[in-house]
């Protein structure tokens, strides 16, 4: 595979990138196109297009990679927030914590149960949930006495795990559940524990763009527990046990069709390499920007590099400068969760999220994944660097 990165590496005149796009599946695609043509057409040849084998298979090997007791494979990341927060009964009344600077599928995954999203401000280095204004956010909620605390929900945001330990503690002793959104983290760890094992709950997306991505919508919920695993496989199949026609509780469709899985399964045999490769990828953007932007943290926590984003001043000004060399970058996320018209009618008069509203005005992703080559990368941080500078 690709050698390792060196940051310093001028970009010769003779390789110099034209472009180098923010996502490019193209490569992925040629790589791997035998075995993903292999896979589709087995299941083009047996027709169990919803729950075939490969969807059993999948989630097998998912379990295993991760370490959780199951793997549910459902039908989105959104959906995989939803199904799992109806597997917990959490319902009318209920409060959510959810950070709020993400994507509004965390926030929008609440409000069909009748709960409502609380949101709480983030950490100024970890861009994730601050276990401090979490527990602050209980007490508010307490106070007010309208809602119940029932659930957080941290989100590890571009892939790296938010602080488990610091969050679960505070929700236990408040009597509040943990949901993972994993949607960006899949491959990523905190110390020996996988993402999808850190939680009692877990969802996460294979939209094409992440780290595990299929060729649609898909996603997964991760859990140890027998009995929020047995409420999920009912809730996938429109509240249904098994092949029954009687639904035993409110239930969607849900499912993971067999065709993702298959390309999944295809994609996993080297998801390892390409989660390694990532974080060369990284480790380069840390060695060639640290001096001029701020970088991620990743202080004990093993990132799967859905996103490299970086916190520069002047953010819109750098990306036009990379716009105009050819460089893509993203913008995620450019409104705070708090200031969505979506979400007017659960925002508190007056709430500020102060380092939510930095960050917005400040963020920047930069391309990553596995097939960038060494010249793509020198060139993206000579960019980044001409454009700040």
Not at 78 to 104: I, K, N, Q
Not at 334 to 353: D, I, M, T
Not at 364 to 375: M, R
């Amino acid at each position: 595979m690709a050698s390792s990165v060196s940051a310093a590496s001028a970009v010769s005149p003779a390789v110099r990138p034209q472009s180098v796009p923010l996502y490019d599946l193209s490569r992925q695609r040629e790589r791997m196109a035998a075995g993903i043509e292999a896979r589709v057409s087995a299941v083009l040849k047996h027709g169990q297009f919803i729950l075939g084998p490969e969807v059993a298979e999948l989630e097998g090997r998912l379990a295993e990679y991760c370490g959780a007791s199951h793997a549910i494979g459902v039908s989105s990341g959104r959906d995989a927030l939803t199904m799992a927060l109806m597997a917990m009964g959490v319902g009318e009344g209920d409060a959510v914590f959810v950070p709020g600077f993400t994507f509004s599928a965390s926030a929008a995954s609440i409000a069909p149960l009748g709960a409502v999203p609380v949101f709480v401000d983030v950490d100024e280095r970890s861009f994730n949930l601050d276990p401090a204004a979490f527990e602050a956010a209980i007490a508010e909620v307490n106070a007010a006495g309208r809602l119940r605390p029932a659930a957080v929900m941290p989100v590890d945001l571009y892939g790296r795990p938010a602080d488990y330990p610091a969050i679960s503690a505070i929700a236990a002793r408040h009597g509040v559940a943990v949901l993972a959104d994993a949607a960006q983290s899949f491959g990523g760890a905190l110390g020996n524990q996988q993402v999808g094992a850190m939680a009692p709950i877990t969802a996460t997306s294979f939209y094409p763009t992440k780290p595990l991505g299929a060729y649609g919508d898909g996603g997964a919920i991760f859990t140890q527990d027998d009995s929020l695993a047995e409420a999920v496989l009912q809730i996938r199949t429109h509240g249904r046990q098994g092949s029954g026609d009687e639904a035993l509780r409110i239930g969607m469709t849900g499912r993971l069709d067999t065709i993702q899985a298959a390309v999944l399964l295809e994609k996993l045999d080297s998801f390892a390499w390409e989660i390694a490769r990532r974080r060369e990828i990284a480790a380069a953007y840390d060695e060639g920007l640290r001096d001029l932007v701020e970088t991620p943290l990743m202080d004990g926590a093993s990132s799967a590099w859905a996103l490299y984003t970086i916190r520069v001043p002047e953010r819109d000004r750098v990306r036009d400068a990379l716009q105009a060399a050819g460089v893509g970058s993203g913008l995620f996320y450019r409104v705070p969760l708090h200031r969505h018209p979506a979400f007017v009618n659960w925002v508190p008069e007056g709430l500020s999220l102060p380092v939510s509203e930095r960050l917005a005005d400040e963020v920047l992703s930069l391309p990553i994944h596995a097939d960038l080559n060494e010249d793509e990368v020198a060139y993206v941080i000579e960019q980044v660097r001409a454009a700040v500078a």
